[in-house]
């Protein structure tokens, strides 16, 4: 079994992950760039029931979601506001975790066969996306769930103030 933890910058909460991630999305929505306050948000897609919480427990904000109109919940720490996971309305069964709160950020594979990035059509001016990874203007699956085409470059593409 593949077992990795986190925890958030004070160390009240402290999380395990029990098993390699389905998938690990690369979110470049308005939201996730809120919420990181950074370019995007690496988020590795977990089963819900292997994640979990060794000490501690998350306060949760409720977000209802712009695009789909469904329920978005941050579950982060109330003493330092670290956010640690994502859970879904509309994936009620997965957890995402915010990448960079690993103890080893870097334990998990970010390859073609099991990564994407969504929503570059808001993605920030000088994003590199990396060649031959699955990406999306919005979301990967429409509102009612199904899947959309992915256009993978060929190579590194820079995102420009023009979005091509």
Partial sequence: MSEHEGGCLCGKIRYRAQSQPMRITVCHCRFCQRATGSA??????????????????????H?????????VDVHFCAECGTKLFLTFER????????????????WFDRSAGN???????????????PAGIDTFEEHATTISGEPVDPRVFDSHHLIAGDKT
């Fill in 40 to 61: 995007f948000l690496v988020e590795p897609i977990f089963n819900s029931s292997d994640i979990k919480i060794s000490c501690g427990q998350p306060k949760i904000y």
């Fill in 63 to 71: 977000h209802r979601s712009e695009g789909s109109g469904k329920m």
């Fill in 91 to 106: 994936f009620a069964d997965v957890t995402g975790v915010y990448g960079g709160t690993f103890d080893d950020p870097n």
């Fill in 115 to 129: 990564s994407k990035h969504i929503f570059l059509g808001v993605a920030q001016n000088g994003t590199v996306v």
